[in-house]
């Protein structure tokens, strides 16, 4: 069983930075890989960034030179940092976890096994 709990969220001004984070509840994080997920107002899920347990990480388009993920094995921590931040960003940001293949999951080839319950991410 994995429990994963985001925090870090709140509400930015356009071009603001904020950091979340989510914490992992499990015996062995090593043998997760990890992704952040949004939904904002009226919009669809989207996948965000993965992060797979060898390092290599996928970012979707909108995010690239924006967002930074990575993971902290000893803390079992995902972080999400987040820059230049815009309204178009505003949404609920989940964590998520599964055993492999993170980036084909972020893409929605597969769905992801463990999730957290969402951090808001407010843009103004």
């Known amino acids: 069983h994995v429990q994963l709990v985001e925090s870090g969220g709140g509400s930015v001004q356009v071009g603001g930075s904020l950091r979340l984070s989510c914490v992992a509840s499990v015996v062995t994080y090593s043998s997760l890989c990890m992704a952040w997920l949004r939904q904002g107002p009226g919009k669809e899920r989207e996948g965000v960034a993965a992060i797979e347990r060898d390092g290599s990480t996928s970012y979707t388009d909108s995010v690239k030179g924006r967002f930074t993920i990575s993971k902290d094995n000893a803390t079992k921590t995902l972080y999400l940092e987040m820059n230049n931040l815009k309204p178009e960003d505003t949404a609920m940001y989940y964590c998520?976890?599964?055993?492999?293949?993170?980036?084909?999951?972020?893409?929605?080839?597969?769905?992801?096994?463990?999730w957290g319950q969402g951090t808001q991410v407010t843009v103004s």
């Open positions: 998520a976890a599964d055993t492999r293949a993170c980036i084909l999951r972020l893409q929605g080839v597969y769905p992801f096994g463990y």
